[in-house]
Antibody, heavy 117, light 107 residues
Framework: QVQLQQSGPGLVKPSQTLSLTCAIS??????????WNWVRQSPSRGLEWLGRTYYRSKWYNDYAVSVKSRITINPDTSKNQFSLQLNSVTPEDTAVYYCASSNLGYWGQGTLVTVSS | DIQMTQSPSSLSASVGDRVTISCQASQDISKYLNWFQQKPGKAPKLLIYDASNLDTGVPSRFSGSGSGTDFTFTISSLQPEDIATYYC?????????FGPGTKVDIK
């Protein structure tokens, strides 16, 4: 059974960088059959897939066009986790952020991130 | 991007009622559709994948059908613990996209 545990701050100032981490248990971030996703949810935008990282003999990333210029998702094989960085945040980035496994079958607990000064 | 729509946006039904939710994709997505249940303050929970396959441990009163652009999610006998918002989501193409949700409550 895969379990995902999120960590990171719940308050970020405008123009700064949002950073979250998702620790994986029950699977490997380097699994050649898995992919590791970030999804966010807000009242205005609903559920929005942001991007993913996966390993297929080398590392790959896919990102949503809406955030492509600002987002980085990185694996950390030493800690079996992956991270989300979203740069230059605005109040419109206020949302609950979730990490999720392949096919969105397993989800982290969610982190409410508020962008405010 | 593939747009997902759902109807109705909300419904109210009695315990034991049959509940049906529709989901439509803006283009053919074959069978590549998930259904999720989300309760307040919780992460979405996968109920059905590949349009009609029940995820492990999900009660058999939940079912899904359809392919192409039109899909249906059914609760055969609504239970009090089924009060939640239900979402469809396509995974044929990136970006994965979700429907706006259907809120189900008890009459």
């Amino acid at each position: 059974q895969v379990q995902l545990q999120q960590s990171g701050p719940g308050l970020v100032k405008p123009s700064q960088t949002l950073s979250l981490t998702c620790a994986i248990s029950g699977d490997s971030v380097s699994s050649k059959s898995a992919a590791w996703n970030w999804v966010r949810q807000s009242p205005s935008r609903g559920l929005e897939w942001l991007g993913r990282t996966y390993y297929r003999s080398k590392w790959y990333n896919d990102y949503a066009v809406s955030v492509k210029s600002r987002i980085t998702i990185n694996p950390d094989t030493s800690k079996n986790q992956f991270s989300l960085q979203l740069n230059s945040v605005t109040p419109e980035d206020t949302a609950v952020y979730y990490c999720a496994s392949s096919n969105l079958g397993y989800w982290g607990q969610g982190t409410l991130v508020t962008v405010s000064s | 991007d593939i747009q997902m729509t759902q109807s109705p946006s909300s419904l109210s039904a009695s315990v034991g009622d049959r509940v049906t939710i529709s989901c439509q994709a803006s283009q053919d997505i074959s069978k590549y559709l998930n259904w999720f249940q989300q309760k307040p303050g919780k992460a979405p929970k996968l109920l059905i994948y590949d349009a009609s396959n029940l995820d492990t441990g999900v009660p058999s009163r939940f079912s899904g059908s359809g392919s192409g652009t039109d899909f249906t999610f059914t609760i055969s006998s609504l239970q009090p613990e089924d009060i939640a918002t239900y979402y469809c989501q396509q995974y044929l193409n990136l970006p994965f996209t979700f429907g706006p949700g259907t809120k189900v409550d008890i009459k």
